[in-house]
């Protein structure tokens, strides 16, 4: 574990558990250069998010890429989102271009080129798959979350993750069950770290929610300064606090009305009211209405 330009750097034991196993079996030089490969494609998505001014606290590197935790996690835009996540694909592309290119020209082996572009497009492929916390996880949250309430998207990502991380797994012993073939050991235990991860992340989605709430305040001045319009939500007085802020959008700026018990007529409530109540410790769950009194 290391710090560098003021991020802590760390190596995940999964991948040390590779690491290992290549030096055993006499593949030194593949692991190094899948070392470099995972450094550089976590390079771009740290140069992405510092571009973008967000504070990057520490990255642990993986075979298939890294995990970077970050402070504005919850408060960035979902393109932010987006450019940051395809920053450390878009590394492997032109490294795999690259190492094609070499190969042509002679000034590497033809087989050596081919295993550089093979392991580059392997990592990237991998990674945007739709699995939290992989890059195409991330991609995923981004694009639920420009479509339905940010509650929603943390769930929904969650549950697809462990989905496809339940397929991999499956994916891995099948061979074994039907043709009596070895387990793919990597591919099973990826799927079993990856469904761990994600069982997680659904976990903490309440966590994570809160933190989504901690930022709102930054990201409705940064909706109203891009001259986006009031979402309009009707609520009824019964409904909790918190189940209304679930109601949020990402990127979205709201404002509340709240019907009477009979529905003969609206109150308004600004977003932000809710969301302080939400955060104030005094009752989450408390009834919308009590708001109004």
């Known amino acids: 574990m290391i710090k560098w330009g003021g991020i802590l750097w760390s190596i995940h034991p999964l991948f040390v558990m590779v690491m290992l196993a290549s030096a055993l079996t006499g593949y030194f030089m593949e692991l190094l250069v899948l070392f470099v490969i995972v450094l550089v494609h976590e390079l771009g998505h740290v140069a992405a998010a510092k571009g973008f001014g967000w504070r990057v606290k520490e990255v642990k590197l993986l075979p298939f890429g890294g995990v970077a935790e970050v402070e504005e996690a919850a ?27 070499l190969g042509q020209l002679g000034l590497w082996h033809s087989e050596w080129a081919s295993y550089v572009v093979e392991a580059n497009l392997m990592i990237a492929l991998f990674n945007l798959l739709p699995i939290h916390p992989l890059d195409g996880g991330k991609l995923l949250h981004a694009l639920l979350g420009s479509v339905c309430q940010y509650y929603k998207a943390l769930l929904w990502t969650a549950r697809l ?24 050991l990597n591919l099973l235990v990826v799927g079993l770290f990856l469904f761990a991860s994600n069982r997680a992340y659904s976990r903490n989605v309440p966590f994570l929610f809160l933190r989504f709430l901690t930022h709102r305040e930054r990201m409705t001045n940064r909706a109203m300064e891009a001259g986006k319009k009031a979402s309009h939500l009707v609520v ?50 408390r009834a919308v209405s009590e708001l109004l009194m």
């Open 75 to 101: 408060g960035v835009s979902a393109k932010e989102d987006v450019i940051v996540a395809l920053a450390g694909p878009l590394q492997n592309g032109w490294m795999a271009l690259a190492a094609w290119g």
């Open 161 to 184: 993750g462990l989905l496809c991380s339940c397929l991999m797994i499956v994916a891995a012993v099948v061979p074994f069950w039907l043709e009596e073939q070895a387990v793919q």
């Open 236 to 285: 009824n007085g019964s409904q909790s606090l918190m189940s209304v802020a679930r109601l949020f959008k990402r990127e979205a700026f709201h404002v509340v009305y709240v019907s009477e018990h009979d529905g003969s007529s609206l109150r308004m409530l600004p977003e932000n009211a809710i969301v302080r109540s939400c955060l104030s410790g005094l009752g989450p769950h």
